[in-house]
């Protein structure tokens, strides 16, 4: 198992991947934090209307519950959330007892975004500060 490692404000810094990015937060914060928005964003978009940068279907839509239940929070600095607190929410992700399928939409959203993450990021630092 590795090891984490956590930098504070004013410790040295080590080679850890988190260990950079925390020192590139403390050098440009406002920066970071706008690729923290759009990243939430990219994945909320993601997740509940499906994306080509991720290969999420989106939301299954049968009456629209599930649809309207996702929301996107920045609790704290450099956190970003999404999420549904509607319990069935997980059981659709799943396609759990699913027998209906919707014409738009579908299952496993979260799940593809979550491994497309590198892909999110890498979109969300190019709109914040541009590029190809």
Not at 27 to 34: C, G, I, S, Y
Not at 83 to 100: I, K, L, N, P
């Amino acid at each position: 198992m590795a090891s984490v490692t956590t930098l504070r404000r004013g410790s040295a810094p080590t080679s850890s991947p988190s260990a950079r990015l925390q020192q590139i937060a403390d050098e440009f914060p406002d920066l970071v934090q706008a690729v923290v928005e759009a990243a939430t964003d990219l994945v909320f978009e993601s997740v509940v209307e499906g994306s080509a940068l991720t290969g999420a279907p989106g939301q299954p839509v049968e009456s629209g519950k599930t649809k309207g239940s996702w929301k996107k929070d920045l609790p704290e600095p450099l956190v970003g959330e999404v999420y549904s607190d509607w319990f069935v929410a997980r059981f659709v992700e799943e396609g759990q007892g699913m027998t209906v399928r919707s014409a738009t939409g579908g299952f496993h959203s979260v799940k593809l975004t979550r491994a497309a993450f590198p892909n999110i990021v890498d979109e969300a630092v190019k709109r914040v500060v541009g590029g190809a």
